[in-house]
């Protein structure tokens, strides 16, 4: 009486394929997170600030020693300011009315016209930390159903 190793053969087999192919899955999964984010990060970030929302970008994935990283980010100077929020001072700024329209009119010669903004607090639209926020809270769900898509694909599990 023998005993049959076939499926155990191709079982082991398709072990070491998956302990090869597990860096590149991670690092693909936290590429498509990271898109996810990013392209939900342009969504969120105000139109009006178009130069903003142009200036949104994402590196490659890298790995520093046993973590892989990924970064989205904005080097324009305000993004901090519109993500979290800001306090204007009051401050006088020189223009006229236009009917019900105020049009600002930088160093102008009509002393006296303008109007003076008061000191408060503007909301940030937290185009970045809602994206993720989001990938935190679904991210264990998310990956065990990617990393049980792979194992199955590679007849593992």
Known sequence: MGVEFREFTIFTN??????????GFLMNF????????YNETK??????????????EITEVIRI??????TIFNEKEY?????DGHYNDARWVPGVWVGD???YIPYSEARGSG???????????FMAKIPLNKLERDMPARFGRAFQQLI????VG
């Open 43 to 56: 969504e969120l970030t105000p139109v009006h600030y178009g130069a903003l929302q142009n200036a949104w």
């Open 30 to 37: 936290l590429r498509d997170a990271a898109l996810e984010v």
């Open 65 to 70: 020693g046993d973590e892989l990283q990924i």
């Open 14 to 23: 398709n072990f070491e394929l998956l302990t090869m192919d597990y860096s």
């Open 101 to 103: 329209k105020f049009e």
């Open 115 to 125: 109007m003076m903004l008061t000191d408060r607090w503007v909301n940030g639209f």
């Open 79 to 83: 993004a901090s300011f519109v993500e």
């Open 152 to 155: 199955k694909s590679l007849g």
